[in-house]
């Protein structure tokens, strides 16, 4: 009988001939993984409440749920909210943007249809959320627009009524350098639905170095007060911009500039 060193040496030689298995290659990633459109700036900003159930919000402002099928993958970007501290209990404005995605020829993911919508909640005694009213219509978005900031400002509708707002940052590329514009989407609570009011312009700037007019616009916002005046019983309101600035009146519907606007659209 062969001694056992022998053996052994036998055996790990035949071991070292055999063929390594190859460990699986990895497949490719599925084009819905590359569908992302998070911003964790704005979450950070405007974060949802203790407890408030994201994706139950998602489905009750949308009115439906999301779009998930080989050819388009919809994905709700970002859900922010703030209380709206003016309401006698406590009231969170809560708004959402989706975006769909497509195949891309690449094997990623495109863009497609952009849109946001509002919904307003309230908290119960027992600690839930209940949704109150909600924009009946969503807002398109342009591919280089984004949600930028919940306006809970005192728009001051009527003695009893305030208004609040949502507002969209746009940043436009132009040869060496970049503009900026941001809008005020202002919104009435109607019963169960939340009516527009108002859409303005209240920044635009040009920061383009390589131009000869480099800088154009403002470096603020411009801003919007209540007069103490009505118009339909409701308050006039005046928008400002430095030294600019323009009367606003209700028409039954919602405010109008009358006047020229003090923010001039530089992009």
């Not at 994905?75 to 009231?91: D, F, G, M, R, S």
Request: hydrophobic content about 40%.
């Amino acid at each position: 009988m062969p001694p056992i060193r022998s053996l052994i040496l036998v055996v790990s030689a035949s071991l070292a001939l055999r063929p390594a298995v190859a460990a699986p290659a990895a497949g490719p990633r599925p084009w819905q993984s590359f569908a992302d459109c998070a911003d964790s700036d704005l979450l950070k900003k405007h974060p949802l409440p203790a407890g408030f159930p994201r994706d139950a919000a998602v489905g009750e402002i949308l009115g439906r749920t999301l779009v998930r099928s080989p050819a388009e993958h919809e994905v709700a970007c970002n859900v922010i909210a703030k209380q709206w501290k003016a309401q006698k209990e406590p009231t969170f404005v809560v708004a959402l943007d989706t975006v769909r995605f497509r195949p891309a020829p690449s094997g990623g993911a495109e863009r497609g249809q952009h849109q946001y919508q509002v919904g307003l909640y309230r908290q119960e005694p027992g600690g839930g959320y209940r949704l109150l009213a909600k924009t009946t219509e969503p807002v398109d978005l342009d591919y280089d627009e984004r949600l930028d900031a919940l306006d809970l400002a005192a728009y001051r509708l009527t003695p009893t009524e305030l208004a609040f707002g949502v507002r969209v940052s746009r940043n436009i590329m132009v040869a060496g350098g970049v503009g900026t514009n941001v809008t005020l989407n202002l919104y009435r609570v109607s019963d169960n639905d939340l009516t527009p009011i108002l859409s303005t312009l209240m920044l635009s700037t040009l920061m383009a170095p390589g131009l000869v007019d480099s800088n154009q616009g403002d470096e603020v916002p411009a801003e919007i007060s209540v007069l103490p005046t009505r118009t339909g019983g409701h308050f006039d309101w005046k928008k400002r911009q430095g030294k600019r600035s323009v009367v606003l009146r209700w028409t039954g519907e919602g405010y109008e500039l009358r006047g020229k606007d003090p923010v001039p659209d530089v992009n």
